[in-house]
């Protein structure tokens, strides 16, 4: 495990902002459930906790523990950079690059700093490192690479394993999207600076779900990931583990499935005492990509609870939010009331204007 020491200072006011949906409960014996993907069982295990958790740990990954190591390293190298340095990764246009503090466009922020990186063009983010005092450029692009093309990888198969669970044909019906040359996925390294105020109430990042199909997280063996219970809403500590992945489903997965998987609202509370390093693989679909429920969750007469979009129109709908908002509403279909209850009522109607003449 790499630890920072002497942390770049982050200055701003950072006290949780909880929702009406998810109060500040927590429950420390929460359970994650952990899945090993060499077993024969796992499909059915990996639907079990999409359904009833939307997040879960998966071990036996077949991922290198000295690259994972290797590329944490380097990006704690770029993190203890002055902060002048860092800026100048800061990108002039556009989100890839260094970021400190703010979070999107629309005034979220977090004790968190970043560098994010479009997964089809390094260079979009790489290029602006080679603006700071990084001294081996080159060796993070080549972690960088071979890093993102691994958990690509395992989302890819993870997917692939749902879709046997679920009797999607063919079995590559949602892996496809993450592989498309065109596919719309990210990867981002944060660091989160041990906090000096010794209190639960300094986010690192605020509560939210992620917009795209699946995630794939791997941090430190500092904690402070936390998941909402998909029942009560409480929040579930996640414990730290380096040697293994963390998946998330996201918005655009629980819309394929017909909301049989749960996209999960999580968050990051702020350690006061340890530096926490994660990276994070957000694997989305094409920007032209239609997303709407898959003909085998319609099976049975099932109606589509949501409306047909492309990511497109999905990802500039969830950018105009804030990080805490129900992105998904807007793209729900609504109810349709009984006839029976249409029908009662238009008499209720003709009967007014009856009395009324």
């Known amino acids: 495990m790499v630890v920072l ?12 902002k909880t929702s009406k949906q998810h109060g500040n409960t927590c429950v420390v014996n929460g359970s994650i459930p952990v899945i090993d993907l060499s077993k024969s069982d796992a499909k059915t295990l990996l639907v079990n906790a999409c359904e009833e958790h939307g997040f879960f740990k998966v071990i036996n990954h077949g991922i290198p523990m000295d690259l994972m190591n290797k590329l944490e390293s380097e990006a704690v190298k770029f993190f203890k950079l002055p902060q002048s340095e860092k800026d100048k990764a800061a990108p002039a246009d556009g989100p890839f690059g260094y970021g400190n503090k703010k979070i999107g466009p629309n005034g979220d922020v977090g004790w ?7 997964t089809n063009n390094l260079d979009s983010g790489f290029s602006k490192l080679l603006n700071s005092s990084n001294e081996t450029p080159e060796v993070f692009r080549s972690l960088l690479n071979n890093y993102i093309e691994l958990v690509k990888k395992l989302g890819c198969l993870v997917l692939e394993l749902l879709a046997d669970g679920l009797k999607i044909e063919p079995r590559n019906t949602l892996s496809r999207l993450l592989e498309d040359e ?17 209190s639960r109430d300094v986010v690192g990042f605020g509560e939210h779900t992620d917009p795209q199909t699946i995630s794939v997280l791997r941090s430190n063996n500092t904690s402070g990931l936390e998941i ?25 997965l629980q819309v394929m499935t017909n909301g049989r998987f749960k996209s999960v609202t999580h968050r990051v ?32 007469g099932k109606e589509s609870l949501y409306k047909e979009f492309t990511w497109s129109e999905y990802k500039k709908s969830a950018y105009k939010s804030r990080l805490a908002d129900n992105r998904l509403c807007n793209f729900e279909k609504q ?21 009324e003449d």
């Not at 340890?274 to 679909?285: D, E, L, N, Q």
């Not at 109810?335 to 009395?355: F, Q």
């Open 228 to 252: 909402a219970d998909i029942k009560n809403g409480s929040w579930i500590p996640v414990p730290s583990d380096q040697n293994s992945f963390f998946i998330i489903v996201g918005d655009s």
């Open 182 to 198: 065109e596919s719309d996925s990210f990867f981002r390294l944060n660091h989160y600076p041990p906090c000096p105020v010794n």
């Open 335 to 355: 109810p349709l009331l009984p006839i029976a209850a249409l029908t009662i009522d238009a008499e209720c109607i003709t009967d007014e204007v009856l009395k």
């Open 269 to 300: 509370i702020q350690n006061s005492m340890k530096s926490r390093v994660s990276m994070i693989y957000f694997g989305g679909p094409p920007l032209r990509q239609n997303i709407a429920p898959l003909p085998a969750m319609l099976s049975r």
């Open 112 to 118: 968190i700093e970043y560098l994010l990186f479009n």
């Open 5 to 16: 020491s002497k942390p770049s200072p982050l200055k701003q006011d950072f006290t949780i």
